[in-house]
């Protein structure tokens, strides 16, 4: 099974979008609709499969999160979402800014903070850390598809780099948000995909298929 945009291990990572429990842990988390959306698609868990079936091959993950400073100085509430977000608990220290315990990140992992903004690169390391990291492609992941996976994606393809974007690892606020964004815009930037085909991708079975078991 080939996916496009993907090549060999070494030059793909996962980029999880702000999975944290105040995004996506119903014990935290605010937005009903969205943390509705990611227990149904059981998005934490295929994320979780996906990491850790891509981690042993050389794969890096990183995970993106939002940790506002205190008081959430230095933020700037510009818009309706980011002045939302001021209203939420999503500051340095809190619990909410953790990550999801189904995502508890591996020692090998790498976790960047955006202390500001509403996507993966503004204001962070991430860019230069998967260049670093000899990066090529970038399987997005995480939440949601209405802001921050989308921008994250654009951002991703205006600086070089191809995304993949497992549609079972990604999640909207709403049936129609998630449909629509993935159908109509996504499909524009990056290969949509699922997190089955990307593994049979790096992990192809045998030519032959899989080994049959016998039966006494």
């Keep these: 099974m080939s996916v496009r945009g993907l090549t060999a291990p070494g030059s793909t990572a996962i980029v999880i979008s702000e999975c944290q429990n105040g995004m996506t842990n119903p014990a935290y988390a ?13 998005t934490i868990e295929n994320i979780a499969a996906l990491a850790s079936q891509l981690r042993p091959l050389g794969v890096p993950v990183v995970h993106v999160t939002i940790a506002a ?3 959430f100085r230095g933020w700037a509430a510009n818009c309706l979402l980011a002045g939302v977000l ?14 999801h315990p189904l995502l508890t990140p591996d020692p090998r992992d790498f976790v960047v903070s955006r202390h500001r903004g509403l996507t993966s690169f503004h204001g962070t390391e991430l ?3 998967l260049r670093n990291l000899g990066v090529e492609t970038v399987i997005m ?3 949601s598809v209405n802001v921050a996976v989308t921008g ?7 600086r070089g780099f191809t995304v993949v974007v497992p549609r079972d690892c990604v ?7 998630h449909d629509f964004m993935l159908d109509n815009i996504l ?9 089955d085909d990307i593994v049979a991708h790096f992990i192809p079975e045998p030519v032959n298929g899989p080994t049959e078991r016998t039966t006494k």
């Design 187 to 195: 499909r524009l930037l990056a290969t949509v995909t699922t997190s």
């Design 127 to 129: 860019e230069y850390l």
């Design 86 to 99: 001021t209203k939420r608990p999503l500051v340095v220290g809190n619990p909410e800014v953790d990550i």
């Design 141 to 143: 992941a995480g939440v």
């Design 69 to 71: 400073y205190p008081d």
């Design 30 to 42: 605010t937005n009903k609709p969205l943390v509705e959306q990611v227990t149904k698609r059981r």
């Design 171 to 177: 999640a909207g606020a709403t049936d129609d948000t």
């Design 152 to 158: 994250s994606t654009l951002e991703a393809v205006n």
